[in-house]
């Protein structure tokens, strides 16, 4: 069975520090990794998409990682605001099917 | 602009009736999906549709029906068999299947 887990499921942090949020998969054939933000009560926001052929993705300060060996993928933060507060799913591509994780949810303390 | 627009943003059901969740792109995209978000859970696909007059089932379709009948139009009815109706309700769109989706906002469907 295709399972996405995101660990941890909360995490609150003061603002500036860098952080990591993890996500596994149990099934490695994958297309591609997207990283996703969700505010409350809204739809999703792509982040990073990291192609199965990928190690990393960066976009500002947002990097991405990928280990399909291991069924691992990162989404590290650096330098947080309390903007970036906010609920981050993890979603992994088996060819027409998307499997989320439950999320973290993230708080950014001021 | 182009995107995703979900209707209504929120949704009321008494029990025993169908309600219609409507979702529109004006993005040209072959793919559409309907997820559910239950709280703590993660979206779980509901259908999905490559083409337009064409749609398949996902992992938790009973209690539900779609229709393609336009390439920009996936409507999601919630028929009385589904017991627990309750969740939020998102729809996304790819350009083709296995392309990274974009996501409409969600409505929520209460019941009554």
């Known amino acids: ?110 | 602009d182009g995107g995703i627009t979900q209707s209504p943003k929120y949704l009321f059901r008494k029990e025993g009736q169908n309600v219609t969740l409507s979702c529109e792109q004006n993005l040209n995209h072959d793919a559409m999906y309907w997820y559910r978000q239950d709280p703590g859970q993660g979206l779980r696909l509901i259908y999905y549709s490559q083409i337009v007059n064409d749609f398949q089932k996902g992992d938790i379709a009973e209690g539900y029906s779609v229709s393609r009948e336009k390439k920009e139009s996936f409507p999601l009815t919630v028929t009385s068999a589904q017991k627990n109706p309750t969740a939020f309700y998102l729809c996304a769109s790819s350009i083709r299947a296995a392309q990274p989706q974009h996501f409409g906002d969600g409505t929520r469907l209460s019941i009554l």
């Open chain 1, 1 to 110: 069975k295709q399972e996405v887990t995101q660990i941890p499921a909360a995490l609150s942090v003061p603002e500036g520090e860098n952080l990591v949020l993890n996500c596994s998969f149990t099934d490695s054939a994958i297309y591609n990794l997207q990283w996703f933000r969700q505010d409350p009560g809204k739809g999703l926001t792509s982040l990073l998409l990291i192609q199965s052929s990928q190690r990393e993705q960066t976009s500002g300060r947002l990097n991405a990682s990928l280990d399909k060996s291991s069924g691992r993928s990162t989404l590290y933060i650096a330098a947080s605001q309390p903007g970036d507060s906010a609920t981050y799913l993890c979603a992994v591509e088996y060819g027409n099917k998307l499997v989320f994780g439950a999320g973290t949810i993230l708080r950014v303390k001021s």
